[in-house]
């Protein structure tokens, strides 16, 4: 046999060692930081300003995304009345541990000392129920729910739908933002807001106005000091926290505004991140659960990179 040859067998015998012993090596198992690591640009969206809300306060700085799509009522109602001031000064009277943060005017109640509104109203018909607009994808979780016949995704807020009717609701998760009322479903309208601050109130769904999310902050109002007084109100006016200011992203200069961006929901690498979330692989989990829930999913939120 020539040298030429030999050295030609050699080389593809070694060769495929390596190749056998190169398919021996397992690979990294895919988890949900892996699965954000390869995501590409086209996964992530930047809010629309016009629909992003500021709450200033002396803790920092709390980013509420709005969806006109829930209830374009209310999200056209809420802007009007930041626009007008109306938000600016009043407080955070009610921190109840493991439900909600409430701010709106104490004086209500009273005609003579409530705050005035301009331009807004004070009241609108509840807002509960919708159907997906024409082309927008709605992305289903593949678990089931024990309040809905089906739970998604629409561009990061958690909904449930029912196949059947087609009507879809907003889901009482954390940092989801919704307008207070009393017991008449026309008795809200955005004056009083208030933001879920712990595990899912679902009861509460279709029965409230859910309009938007919280994006950036929420670890500011969950640290709040719980109120003493019943349904966790603040007992004395010494104890609510004011806001400086509600403002309309849009409305502030560029510098001003957040920068972030928000994983697209109706996405293959979003199916993925949902199976790693499903069945953690990370080292510390020895049982992977198989299943996940609707509140169990935070979805991703990062600073764009340069």
Same mark, same amino acid.
């Given at each position: 046999?020539?040298?030429?040859?030999?050295?030609?067998?050699?080389?593809?015998?070694?060769?495929?060692?390596?190749?056998?012993?190169?398919?021996?090596?397992?690979?990294?198992?895919?988890?949900?930081?892996?699965?954000?690591?390869?995501?590409?640009?086209?996964?992530?969206?930047?809010?629309?300003?016009?629909?992003?809300?500021?709450?200033?306060?002396?803790?920092?700085?709390?980013?509420?995304?709005?969806?006109?799509?829930?209830?374009?009522?209310?999200?056209?109602?809420?802007?009007?009345?930041?626009?007008?001031?109306?938000?600016?000064?009043?407080?955070?009277?009610?921190?109840?541990?493991?439900?909600?943060?409430?701010?709106?005017?104490?004086? !209500?109640?009273? &005609?003579?000392?409530? /705050? *005035?509104?301009?331009?807004?109203? #004070?009241?609108?018909? =509840?807002?509960?129920?919708?159907?997906?607009?024409?082309?927008?994808?709605?992305?289903?979780?593949?678990?089931?729910?024990?309040?809905?016949?089906?739970?998604?995704?629409?561009?990061?807020?958690?909904?449930?739908?029912?196949?059947?009717?087609?009507?879809?609701?907003?889901?009482?998760?954390?940092?989801?933002?919704?307008?207070?009322?009393?017991?008449?479903?026309?008795?809200?309208?955005?004056?009083?807001?208030?933001?879920?601050?712990?595990?899912?109130?679902?009861?509460?769904?279709?029965?409230?106005?859910?309009?938007?999310?919280?994006?950036?902050?929420?670890?500011?109002?969950?640290?709040?000091?719980?109120?003493?007084?019943?349904?966790?109100?603040?007992?004395?006016?010494?104890?609510?926290?004011?806001?400086?200011?509600?403002?309309?992203? !849009?409305?502030? &200069?560029?510098?001003? /505004? *957040?920068?972030?961006?928000?994983? #697209?929901?109706?996405? =293959?690498?979003?199916?993925?991140?949902?199976?790693?979330?499903?069945?953690?692989?990370?080292?510390?989990?020895?049982?992977?659960?198989?299943?996940?829930?609707?509140?169990?999913?935070?979805?991703?939120?990062?600073?764009?990179?340069?």
């Amino acid at each position: 046999m020539r040298r030429q040859e030999c050295t030609l067998i050699a080389g593809l015998f070694l060769a495929l060692r390596f190749t056998a012993h190169a398919a021996e090596i397992p690979e990294p198992p895919t988890t949900a930081a892996s699965v954000l690591a390869q995501s590409t640009a086209s996964d992530w969206r930047r809010p629309d300003p016009e629909n992003l809300l500021c709450l200033d306060f002396d803790r920092g700085r709390v980013v509420m995304e709005l969806d006109p799509r829930l209830a374009p009522r209310h999200v056209a109602n809420v802007k009007a009345l930041v626009r007008e001031g109306y938000f600016n000064g009043i407080p955070i009277v009610r921190v109840q541990d493991n439900y909600v943060v409430q701010w709106g005017d104490p004086d !209500a109640a009273d &005609p003579a000392k409530a /705050r *005035p509104i301009s331009r807004a109203q #004070r009241q609108l018909p =509840a807002e509960l129920e919708f159907g997906l607009p024409e082309g927008v994808r709605f992305s289903p979780l593949p678990d089931g729910d024990l309040y809905a016949p089906e739970v998604g995704f629409l561009d990061g807020i958690p909904i449930a739908r029912d196949p059947g009717s087609g009507l879809c609701w907003p889901i009482h998760s954390y940092g989801m933002l919704g307008a207070g009322r009393d017991d008449a479903l026309d008795s809200g309208g955005g004056t009083e807001l208030y933001v879920v601050n712990g595990q899912a109130p679902r009861h509460l769904d279709r029965n409230v106005t859910l309009f938007g999310r919280v994006i950036q902050g929420m670890e500011l109002l969950s640290a709040l000091p719980r109120g003493t007084a019943p349904m966790g109100f603040y007992a004395t006016p010494a104890e609510r926290i004011p806001i400086r200011s509600l403002r309309v992203a !849009a409305d502030l &200069p560029e510098p001003e /505004r *957040p920068r972030l961006e928000i994983l #697209r929901t109706d996405t =293959a690498t979003f199916r993925r991140w949902v199976e790693a979330r499903r069945n953690r692989r990370e080292p510390w989990f020895h049982r992977a659960a198989g299943k996940i829930d609707i509140s169990n999913l935070p979805i991703p939120i990062r600073t764009p990179p340069p």
